[in-house]
């Protein structure tokens, strides 16, 4: 069924891999009796590929026989946003995994840093006391190891309610963060400017690598139209493919009739404001004509435009 003209499979298919790969291509079959078409056979995008060896370019297929020349009439490739920098097609998504490298990367050093910034601990200083008189150089090592062993431990057994009691040539230093809150809005101000500058050589919108600061209504109706934008070009290539197919249905069965295909983009919860719309020009179409700005005979054709 995933090979069948026109069939859903084929449909999500061929979407998937414009919008996670950047291009799509296979070959049309025609049935024994020659009277239409069989199926649509998708190929491994992976294995296509731009041969520059005949002083032109050609697309190839490699399989594990050779390589297989594409320049044929029943193969049909589609290369997303292809030019001369990428004719085999770019996907939207080809910054995605750099993106999440690059703030993976980023959230592991934040989280190094807090780790060790989040730990309240003392630092004590044991200042070696005076040698004696006549006291040996192995008799002294021996008596200030001896008394810093003694002082690390008595540090080390002090519960949370016991104060160290020492020397006055023991200092006891606090070391740990000053301002924790300050501490963890800057690193939230680091990582909300690193993602922003990701965005911004990525030349994609934020919510499309998953990030957004903003939730009002025409935050979100933005982010829908540029969506949608993509969406509808994705449609365009889809509707020329499958159109390409029918054509080829209708011919082999002796029938000369123009195909085309559209897609249905209407929303239940955009009903509302396409009405308006289509009241607001209906409403301007009357007014031109009342107005005598325009004839009954224009007016009709625009009103017809409209329906």
């Known amino acids: 069924a ?10 999500v298919d061929m979407a998937a891999g414009l919008f996670r790969d950047g291009l799509f291509g296979g070959f049309v079959t025609i049935d024994r009796t020659g009277s239409g078409v069989d199926r649509f056979v998708p190929v491994d995008t992976a294995r296509v590929s731009l ?14 026989t050779g390589s297989l020349d594409l320049e044929r009439p029943d193969f049909y490739y589609i290369p997303l946003s292809g030019g001369v920098n990428a004719p085999l097609g770019r996907s939207i998504l080809q910054a995605v995994p750099f993106v999440a490298y690059v703030e993976q990367q980023l959230v592991d050093d934040m989280r190094r840093a807090s780790h060790n910034a989040g730990f309240h601990r003392l630092h004590v200083k044991i200042t070696p006391p005076e040698r004696l008189a006549g006291e040996s150089d192995t008799a002294y090592i021996d008596r200030i190891n001896g008394y810093f ?7 080390r057994s002090c519960e949370v309610d016991d104060n160290p009691v ?3 040539n023991v200092l006891i230093e606090y070391i740990g963060p000053d301002a924790t809150r300050s501490v963890t809005n800057s690193w939230f101000f680091s990582h909300r400017s ?4 990701i965005c911004a050589g990525t030349n994609l919108a934020p919510f499309l ?20 934008r993509q969406v509808r070009s ?9 159109e390409w197919i029918a054509a080829i249905d209708l011919a082999l069965g002796g029938i000369d009739l123009p195909v085309r295909w559209e897609f249905d983009n209407s929303f239940a919860y955009q009903a509302g404001e396409r009405a308006n719309i289509e009241s607001t020009r209906v409403n301007n179409i009357i007014r031109l004509y009342e107005s005598g700005l325009i004839d009954k005979q224009t007016a009709v054709a625009r009103a017809t435009e409209l329906l």
Request: charged share 25%; no cysteine; hydrophobic share 35%.
């Open 209 to 228: 690598l998953g990030y957004s600061y903003g939730a009002t209504t025409s935050w979100s109706g933005f982010k829908f139209d540029l969506v949608m």
């Open 2 to 11: 995933g090979e069948q003209a026109g069939g859903a499979d084929f449909l």
């Open 194 to 197: 690193m993602i922003e500058e």
């Open 234 to 242: 994705v449609q365009a290539e889809m509707a020329r493919l499958l």
């Open 51 to 64: 041969s520059t060896e005949t002083g032109r370019r050609r697309f190839r297929y490699e399989t594990e």
């Open 166 to 168: 020492t020397w006055d």
């Open 149 to 155: 062993d003694s002082t690390v431990s008595m540090i």
